[in-house]
């Protein structure tokens, strides 16, 4: 079996799960669902960023046991919401666990025997909110921090730096040549063409360490206790730490280098050059993927705690289920720009699309299957899958490839015309018809209507595995989905020549499953 390693960033526990954090969650777990069911040995890796200056200041607190309760509550909850919206994670790293905390410290000590740190006194201006220090160039027009608009602060230390301009050149090579064996694949396009630019301007040692009188809630430096690890060379470990790589030498070799690091582009750059050099510098493989998606907005502005302007998953959930907020999360902005969200462009996408099309198409064929058999299956000689296998084949093309691609918003609207296409068939076939006149006819059609919603039912796994499984039960189709899935995309998409259905069988009438919303 294929391996295939995805990751998203370890969230900071100062804040609770929002919809931003969601985004890049269920994109990843969509990608981990659809890579298990192409037959992929999947680990799927999030967790929480629990160190570093904005955790202490959003605490007001530097006392270790008040610190650790409070990232134990706060990681609590983003765990819950991630069960809650049926986010299949394989593993859930914190920084502040004992085996990320080793990883740590061997890292930090093999860059130090490797001669890639060294001790500087350094002076500059420290965003807490992105827990980086950036220079006048990088900020806003009111010299404020473009992501968070505040004003930042003058810090002076003394501590060790990373020689990361040693590496600007293999970077390059790495990030631009797709022939080099060890190409780092940055998308969206755009993003990719912002980091060389940047790498060609210069690229300047980094600190990556704090004093411990500033900053003592970090993972000491093993080799100088005044000092503590920087907090994102901290964060940026978990992507090691997280599958063995103290505890689990075996499952570590098997799973790194990682297929894709998920991700928004305010961290692009962490990912794209900083964790690379690392790897460089340590000697271990390059991510093969970095995939940074744009930022949901409120009238402009980034969501996120400090601007006061958040959305939590739970509303999107009380408002539309877990299957639908995952469905219109991924769909509601393209993934390379930036997107205003809003309850009426939600709720107007889940009544065109989850409503109106899926959930109608659904319901409308179990009605004229309770109507015309009492919810008996209708009885066929020979299974008609002729619909179906239109069905599939557009989807092969079209929705499968743009999923590969992570053009996740373009699978849905094949998938969307997929629908609309079996909709017109009804309307040609018009059972109502055929039931006065032409019993055989009748059985044959609304058969092959319950074979093409169970490719549909098939497609849609990753997206909504609830609603998909809700499909396939009610329509008494055979086996389990995810064994049905799984060798059916493994198998080129090709549908088994009696189909998904059993011979005989009684469909159970359901609720509809995207009552329309007002
Ligand atoms: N702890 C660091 C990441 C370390 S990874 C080695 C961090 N944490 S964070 O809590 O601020 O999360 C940032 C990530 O959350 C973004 O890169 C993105 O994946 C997601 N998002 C947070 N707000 C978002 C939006 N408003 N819109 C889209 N995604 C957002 O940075």
């Excluded at 015309?417 to 009804?426: E, H, M």
């Excluded at 055979?478 to 060798?487: F, L, Q, Y």
Aim: aromatic share 14%.
């Amino acid at each position: 079996m294929k391996k295939f390693y995805i990751t998203t960033p370890i969230y900071y526990v100062n804040d609770v799960p929002h919809i931003g954090h969601l985004y890049t969650t269920v994109m990843a777990d969509i990608m981990a669902r659809w890579k298990r069911l192409n037959g992929f040995d999947v680990f799927f890796l999030t967790g929480t960023d629990e160190h570093g200056a904005k955790l202490i200041n959003t605490i007001h607190s530097t006392d270790m046991d008040v610190l650790q309760s409070f990232c134990n509550k706060m990681s609590a909850k983003f765990k819950t919401t991630w069960d809650l919206l049926n986010i299949s994670y394989t593993d859930f790293i914190r920084t502040t666990e004992y085996r990320h905390c080793i990883t740590v410290n061997s890292i930090v000590e093999s860059l130090f025997k490797k001669g890639f740190l060294f001790s500087k006194e350094y002076t500059g201006l420290y965003c807490v909110g992105c827990e980086r220090f950036y220079t006048i160039k990088d900020l806003d027009e009111n010299q404020c921090c473009v992501f968070h608009k505040n004003k930042l602060i003058l810090q002076s230390e003394k501590n060790y730096f990373f020689k990361l301009s040693y590496f600007k050149d293999k970077l390059l090579e790495r990030i631009t040549n797709s022939k080099h064996k060890e190409y780092i694949n940055i998308q969206p396009e755009e993003r990719k063409k912002e980091i060389i630019g940047k790498l060609h301007l210069g690229l300047e040692d980094i600190s990556l360490s704090r004093t411990r009188t500033n900053v003592n809630w970090g993972i000491p430096i093993p080799f100088d206790e005044t000092q503590t690890v920087y907090v994102w060379i901290d964060a940026l470990i978990n992507y090691i730490s997280g599958i063995g790589y103290s505890n689990d030498r075996n499952k570590f070799k098997h799973y790194w280098p990682v297929d894709i690091h998920f991700m928004a582009k305010d961290i692009l750059w962490f990912h794209a050059v900083i964790w690379p050099a690392i790897l460089m510098g340590l000697g271990y493989p390059l991510p093969k993927k970095i995939f940074s998606h744009g930022f949901f907005t409120l009238n402009g502005y980034k969501m996120s705690k400090s601007l006061n302007n958040v959305i939590y998953p739970q509303d999107l959930v009380n408002k539309y289920g877990v299957d639908a907020t995952r469905y219109l999360i991924i769909n509601i902005i393209p993934f390379n720009t930036d997107g205003n969200i809003s309850y009426l462009d939600l709720t107007l996408k889940y009544n065109t699309d989850l409503a109106n099309n899926l959930g109608n198409l659904f319901f409308r064929i179990i009605k004229m299957i309770e109507k015309y058999f009492n919810l008996d299956l209708p009885y066929v000689k020979k299974p008609n899958i002729l619909l179906a296998q239109k069905i599939s084949r557009y989807f092969k093309i079209n929705f499968c490839n743009n999923i590969n691609e992570l053009k996740f918003q373009k699978a849905l609207t094949i998938l969307q015309q997929g629908l609309t296409f079996i909709n017109k068939q009804i309307e040609i076939d018009s059972p109502w018809v055929l039931h006065k006149h032409n019993r055989t006819n009748i059985n044959m059609c609304l058969s092959s209507y319950l074979q093409a919603i169970a490719v549909v039912a098939l497609h849609i796994l990753p997206f909504m595995p609830t609603v998909s499984q809700t499909i396939w039960k009610t329509i008494c189709a055979k086996d389990n989905i995810d064994n049905v899935a799984t060798k059916y995309f493994t198998n080129n998409n090709v549908i088994p020549e009696g189909g998904f259905l059993p011979i005989k069988g009684k469909i159970s009438m359901i609720n509809i499953i995207f009552p329309r919303l007002v």
